[in-house]
């Protein structure tokens, strides 16, 4: 009798987090091998125009350190959103992506804000505080997780670095926090086995049905060996081996 589980593995667990690093390493590779920048479709605060970065600003980076450096984040805490909150992730990424983008667009300096980072600090403060809110032991323990290895991205929500664009880092992390209260109360459920369901009847349980109101096994007769009702079933008593 196995207990059912919310988180199921499927194809698109893994494949939409390499479809995202795909789309971004092709734009780069568009911009080096075309000698193009589209730094000028991201986030620009205060212009109507600089809007357009909400969407496009993700899949743009400076370089190929700044690429690499949000590569593997991405995939990784993406991954975990659609494994552990299937059901909802796709609200996650597309709510949080546009709330992210506006919070910038309104705190951010008069420059162009490009990368992946605010999406990543999106995902990693709702993994985390999603995590904490549901006290369901895995979710907990996916948000420890997220702190041990991501903890340190806490320091780059404030201008310690003048080339780093900390008004994306801190639209992430407000929108990871605002989604998970948000989305609170859509937890997943801890799982049931079967006789721990509301409906379960030992009487309708084949397993139950092996043993005596006196908790003695009993093995049921195939039914070419019943002779009647009285013999369909028998008692199996195993004598325990005598000690020299």
Known sequence: MKASTPFVFTTGTIGYPLLFVLLIWIVFWAEVRFGVSFNSFGVRPGEIIGLRGIIFSPFIHSDIEHLFNNTIPLFILSLALFYFYRPISWKILLIGLISTGILTWLIGRPSNHIGASGIIYLLASFLFFKGIFSKYYRLVALSLIVVFIYGGLVWYVTPIDPTISWEGHLSGLLSGLGLALIFRRNIAEPPKYSWEQPDYSEEDDPFMRHFD?????????????????????????????KKD
Do not use: A, H, Q, T
Request: no cysteine.
């Open 213 to 241: 109101e006196d908790g003695n096994f009993i093995e049921k007769l195939p039914e070419d060996e019943v002779e009647d009702e009285e013999m369909e079933y028998r008692y199996i008593y195993k004598e325990r081996p």
